[in-house]
């Protein structure tokens, strides 16, 4: 949920890849069914299967990883939004977070806030933390060096009238929170060479939210918090490798059918035959080098400088954003391109100014393939139903829209986590591996 995305974009979750690097997935290595169709098998008992597969594959990572449960999906008109579940304090208490690259903070709601939600339309129990039921709990100071850090990245603010660390953080759609920080107890799964090793725990700084304004208040789709996964001190997988728990490597998987959820762990995995695009360096959010989209193997007509990465624009990662967003000098000759290819066979309609189209057949059979480019030779291959989103019906006729929005007078581009089930790596040192043999169908694996 970068904070520097423009006002009106909608942060959720992700309708777009988060990284960008074809990787070789192995013929050996296939998705397949362990259960019968049909048969209710217990959550504890797929999970428990998760994690012995996770074990196989991360035997190459010394320090093991640390596991936590995606859940959400990405279509905007269920949830719209992936999150997760983490437990602080002592006892610990489960919260609810969303996934999101674009910021840098772990924050949950505390006890005495105004404006959060106490309910929420995904069905799940919200909470409230409060450090004075924990006996683990601190609140942290201006005098802390981990404050300090988080001045000097611009995640925490200090006041000299009760040398209290706090945060206010202020959204790309309005929202906003505020409140200040607290350290206490993370507590994980940890996965090493096969075997899982529970009540594992760690100290962190997270922030304890006393406001929230704008869609954050909203119940439809309420969490108890965010989970920053930038890259500055203050996130949680810096926090974790200052201290020799994890190393600043994170792997996520996105799953994108209906059924939603993916994977999310900590650590490094190691995986042959990778194509790596690189990070852009010194930016404060993951930037990447797209260079070109083709739509049916053709360029479009569109200046790379559209692309290029400077103070005001650029491609940035951002898996808090429910709609992927192009520069309008790259959004408009995409949109021409593909209506041109289909305007033989279908009628193009302007439902509230969205390039949309009216079909009887399949969007498989009608529309072009796109491909996004990217540099070190990385090309992402978009089938027609990873560009595009199923709105309503209009008699025989299904409405289908091009899910990627406009952002007009700056030259940004906003990519989330899209339909094509994609693996995305990260770490300081611009180095990506890729995670396979997870639950999530892979026709591409996605790496930076």
Not at 29 to 40: C, H, N, V
Not at 44 to 57: I, N, T, V
Not at 179 to 208: E, M, Q
Not at 289 to 294: D, H, M, V
Request: hydrophobic share 40%.
């Amino acid at each position: 949920m970068a904070a520097s995305v423009p006002a009106g974009i909608l942060i959720a979750a992700a309708l777009f890849p988060a990284a960008l690097v074809m990787c070789g997935f192995p013929a050996a290595l296939k998705l397949e069914r362990a259960f019968p169709t049909g048969q209710r098998v217990e959550l504890s008992q797929l999970r428990a299967r998760d994690m012995a597969r996770h074990g196989r594959m991360l035997q190459s990572s010394s320090n093991g990883v640390v596991d936590f449960l995606v859940e959400g999906t990405y279509d905007p008109y269920i949830v719209g939004l992936y999150f997760t579940k983490v437990h602080l304090g002592n006892p610990p208490r489960e919260f609810y977070v969303q996934i999101d690259t674009g910021s840098d903070v772990l924050w949950v709601s505390c006890s005495s806030c105004n404006g959060c939600p106490e309910t929420s339309g995904l069905q799940i129990q919200l909470d409230f933390f409060d450090p004075r039921s924990s006996s683990t709990a601190s609140l942290i100071s201006c005098s802390d060096q981990r404050c300090s850090l988080g001045v000097q990245s611009s995640d925490a603010i200090c006041s000299s009238q009760n040398n209290q660390c706090a945060y206010t953080f202020q959204y790309g759609d309005g929202s906003g929170t505020s409140g200040y920080y607290v350290s206490d107890f993370l507590h994980f799964d940890v996965i090493l060479r096969g075997s899982v090793t529970t009540n594992s725990s760690a100290p962190i700084v997270f922030g304890c939210s006393t406001s929230q304004t704008g869609d954050l208040t909203k119940s439809d789709r309420a969490v108890d918090g965010i989970f920053g996964f930038g890259q500055q001190a203050m996130s949680v997988i810096s926090q974790l490798s200052s201290q020799g728990v994890s190393p600043k490597v994170f792997s996520h998987c996105l799953r994108g059918d209906d059924a939603g959820g993916g994977i999310l762990v900590f650590g490094e995995i190691l995986e042959p035959n990778i194509v790596y695009s690189p990070l852009v360096p010194s930016q404060p959010h993951y930037n990447l080098n797209l260079q070109s989209i083709a739509v049916n193997g053709q360029i479009l007509p569109i200046d790379p400088a559209v692309f290029a990465t400077s103070s005001n624009q650029g491609t940035i990662i951002d898996s808090g954003t429910t709609l992927a967003y192009l520069a309008e000098e790259a959004y408009n000759p995409f949109v021409s391109a593909i209506t041109n290819v289909v305007s033989q066979s279908l009628h193009p309609v302007l439902p509230k100014g969205n390039q949309c189209y009216l079909i009887t057949s399949s969007v498989t059979d009608i529309f072009p393939q796109v491909s996004l480019n990217f540099a070190g030779g990385a090309s992402l291959i978009l089938r027609p139903q990873d560009y595009l989103l199923q709105q309503n019906s209009i008699g025989n006729s299904a409405v289908w829209c091009i899910g990627l929005q406009k952002v007009q007078g700056r030259g940004i581009t906003i990519l989330g986590g899209m339909k094509t089930d994609q693996i995305f790596c990260f770490n300081r040192l611009l180095w990506l591996s890729n995670l396979i043999g997870i639950p999530c169908p892979k026709r591409q694996n996605i790496c930076l």
